[in-house]
């Protein structure tokens, strides 16, 4: 505990720094996480550091720092096992205001079923009813079980798979403990930083990306900090519904980020090739229909605004892959996939090899 101290007073300027409302540098931010990480084994600076920050108000420097932290702690994937370019990941910050279906988990089945490979990115639900990982769960996922080999060989076999990097690093663990303590055993229903980037870093370094943000104001930010990271292309969208998707409901916002270039549009339905759907057409109906909805609509049983939504979001994916030429038309390749019941196979698959048929047969 007394080292644990010494090296956390390390960072006392560096915290104090954040505290008066003064940004930081990319390599002093990623100095304060990476020791917050490691040694504040009970949670206090983890709180400043997020509160303060927040408060402030987060730069992409600072959730570079965050990454870079990250990264440094964290158990990777061999790259070569891999064909990068055609490796994606659907995940977002989570924390909309208005609460659906897990659509960037249905839609990463289906480009998955496209032939490309999905490193998803997954954590349980903070303030939603259920998160990627409680879905990959209920039918018997045991994510602290699963190890690095069981993961890559998943990956590599199926093209999806859902990873948690805090149980996969064992130097990630204390990372992990803090989470825990604060959002899920302590019910902290508010957004952070936390919640901005914990679902950006990969163990495979992915050069492209869709992105889903709780709020508009951080889609220029998270931008400009995949441009840092050297994505290749990558999109970050809000919708005005409140749904950290590109959404069929009104208008939706997307920060397009193409190596060097970044650009700012709005898309609505008919953009997108898909009809105006209403909000109760796709609203949650909590974590049982949750489950349904996610089957149903990887099945090809459900053919309404529910799917019609994983769609779109499974065709901006196929659009950053540089497989489509516009969203629109990687809806509709998307559509045909969700119809022919290509991403259910998937996922069959998926639980195959790291869950249980049984649980997944009687959710059925």
Request: include cysteine.
């Amino acid at each position: 505990m007394e080292d644990n101290l010494v090296k956390l007073h390390e960072i006392d300027l560096l915290l104090a720094k954040l505290v008066d409302g003064n940004d930081l540098s990319a390599k002093e931010a990623t100095e304060l996480a990476y020791h917050i990480f490691v040694y504040d084994t009970e949670g206090m600076h983890f709180a400043t550091w997020l509160g303060a920050m927040h408060a402030k108000g987060e730069t992409s420097e600072e959730l570079e720092g965050f990454l870079k932290a990250t990264k440094e702690l964290a158990v990777k994937f061999n790259p070569k096992k891999f064909n990068l370019n055609k490796t994606i990941d659907l995940s977002g910050t989570g924390g909309g205001k208005f609460k659906s279906f897990n659509i960037s988990t249905t839609a990463s089945f289906v480009v998955a079923a496209a032939g490309y490979t999905v490193a998803k990115i997954s954590y349980f639900a903070v303030t939603s009813p259920t998160g990627s990982a409680d879905i990959f769960s209920s039918f018997g996922v045991d994510f602290p079980k699963l190890t690095k080999e069981q993961l890559e060989q998943t990956l590599k076999e199926v093209g999806i798979c859902p990873i948690i990097a805090s149980f996969l690093s064992p130097k990630l663990a204390n990372r992990g403990k803090l989470s825990k303590r604060f959002f899920a055993d302590g019910q902290v229903r508010v957004r952070t930083p936390f919640h901005l980037v914990n679902n950006i870093y990969s163990p495979l370094p992915i050069k492209h990306r869709i992105y889903g943000c709780y709020s508009e104001k951080y889609l220029e930010v998270l931008a400009n900090l995949f441009k840092k990271l050297g994505f290749k292309r990558t999109l970050t969208f809000y919708a005005d519904i409140g749904l950290p998707v590109i959404s069929n409901v009104g208008k939706t916002t997307i920060f397009e980020q193409n190596g060097a270039n970044i650009k700012r549009y709005t898309v609505k339905p008919i953009d997108l090739g898909v009809k105006e759907a209403k909000e109760e057409d796709i609203k949650t109906g909590g974590k049982e229909q949750n489950i349904k909805d996610f089957i149903r609509v990887l099945q090809g049983k459900e053919r309404g605004a529910k799917s019609d939504l994983a769609a779109v979001n499974a065709g901006a994916a196929l659009y950053s892959l540089n497989d489509v030429k516009t969203i629109a038309e990687g809806t509709d390749k998307a559509q045909k996939i969700l119809s022919s019941g290509a991403g259910y196979e998937k996922l069959r698959k998926l639980i195959a090899l790291i869950g249980s048929k049984q649980l997944l047969e009687k959710l059925e």
